[in-house]
């Protein structure tokens, strides 16, 4: 009889073991998966090649789906920043997003490809920061982020180049509709992506301050009010979400800078005029402290949060005389050690990034308004293989060589370098979208 209880026992045990078991496993399954995500199991460099390809080809994300970057994610998450202008320009085979045919915003003296440039190159090239991640250009998540939004680039015909670049790249996966075009050389146009509504225009004013271009009919150099910005862009600012800014080329050119109305400051390069030579350089710091000041006064009034960039200056690559064949005859990029930023490059980047460090502490009482530099000197003058030079025209070379050429070694091929400026102002725009997701407690 006892043997028999103890037979009943077990059998009652057992039965409960087996319906114990599987609830067992439910429960150590999502504790095992946590394990294996932090600590993947790492497996040696030889069997890495057994893959089947068709395997590793299906991980590969979809061409426009957000990358992983898993160091991106940490420094965001430390708030860590990233100093982009660290780094080097490494061989890319994926090649631009866009191409010259199939983007109809691009200047034509920019348009490389379609003007004959055989040496496609420079199309395949890539910035990378030595200590973060630089993704990829998403189109989606950048609509997703200014969805509802406009964004305006305002200066010389750098911010142009980088506008032209940007709605290329957004064209790849959503048609912009032209509204609004004015000016000569279409100096100022607007464009609206009803996928997003999202609206994108560029005003030209190359100094940013009020000024009057030098012309061939009248005095051969520029007039400029340092103390007034330019109304024709910031009568707008209250319809803008997030400015680009860039100057720099313009104030190259002979001035006459003007303090006030009538008081003259002095001038540059101004042989003939009553004036004090006094260069440009405090010229242009006083022009963007007049910029910045006006949009800083003029934010607590904007229905709109606004976040302001500066494109810092764009070197130019002239290795000879502009109307010379082999003015910028370079086909790669500089080694990160082959060429050091100086002179006035360095002198211009210099006074931005003051300038802009001063405006922000400046910003700091005024609610809504970032102000943050878009580092790209350092990046582009390691890229003097990226301009148009000769192919700023079409066919320059049907005929045979020349003696006269005219040359572009100042303006970005499109495709080209330019696009990583874009990829930057990105990534800075949704690092800025992280935290302040997180300081909401989300």
């Known amino acids: 009889m006892g043997f028999i209880t103890n037979l009943l026992k077990e059998q009652r045990h057992s039965q409960y073991i087996r319906k114990l078991l599987p609830w067992t496993i439910y429960a ?40 992983p970057v898993p160091q991106e994610e940490v420094n965001a998450i430390n708030e860590t920043p990233c100093d982009y202008t660290d780094g080097k320009w490494v061989p890319d085979k994926l090649g631009p997003l866009y191409n010259g045919s199939t983007c109809g915003t691009i200047k034509e003296a920019q348009n490389c490809i379609s003007h004959g440039r055989s040496d496609l190159s420079y199309l395949y090239w890539r910035w990378k920061p030595h200590k973060c991640t630089l993704s990829r250009f998403d189109p989606n998540k950048f609509f997703h982020l200014m969805t509802n939004k406009h964004i305006a680039f305002i200066g010389d015909s750098m911010a142009r180049n980088q506008l032209e670049s940007l709605l290329c790249i957004l064209s790849s996966v959503s048609t912009p509709q032209l509204v609004y075009r004015d000016g000569e050389d279409n100096k100022f146009r607007r464009w609206n992506f009803p996928s997003h509504n999202l609206t994108v225009s560029v005003y030209w004013s190359p100094f940013l301050v009020d000024g009057i271009e030098k012309s061939n009919t009248g005095p051969n150099h520029n007039k400029l009010f340092l103390h007034r910005v330019n109304e024709k862009w910031a009568v707008d600012l209250h319809d803008f979400h997030l400015v680009v800014f860039s100057i720099g080329h313009w104030y190259l050119h002979p001035a006459v800078y003007y303090e006030g109305d009538e008081l003259v400051m002095g001038c540059h390069y101004c042989p003939g005029l009553n004036h004090t030579e006094i260069g440009f350089y405090d010229a242009m710091r006083k022009a963007l402290r007049t910029t910045f000041q006006t949009v800083i006064d003029r934010s607590p009034a904007n229905s709109n949060e606004i976040d302001i960039f500066l494109a810092t200056f764009s070197p130019s690559h002239f290795e000879g005389e502009w109307d010379k064949a082999g003015a910028c005859p370079k086909t790669k990029p500089y080694k990160e050690n082959e060429k050091k930023l100086e002179g006035m490059d360095a002198e211009i980047r210099g006074i931005e990034m003051e300038e802009v460090e001063e405006a922000k502490s400046r910003a700091k009482q005024s609610g809504g308004l970032r102000i943050e530099a878009l580092d790209v000197t350092k990046i582009s003058m390691l890229r003097p293989d990226g301009h148009p030079g000769p192919y700023m025209n079409p066919s320059p070379f049907a005929n045979g060589v020349g003696d006269r050429i005219q040359n572009d070694c100042v303006h970005w091929c499109l495709p080209g370098p330019v696009d990583t400026w874009n990829e930057i102002l990105l990534q800075i725009i949704n690092n800025w979208e992280r935290q302040s997701t997180r300081s909401r407690g989300f």
């Not at 497996?43 to 057994?50: E, G, W």
């Open 28 to 67: 150590l399954l999502p504790i095992a998966l946590f394990r294996l995500y932090f600590h993947p199991i790492h497996l040696p460099d030889s069997n890495i090649h057994q893959i089947p390809q068709i395997i590793v080809s299906s991980l590969s994300p979809p061409r426009f789906s957000p990358s």
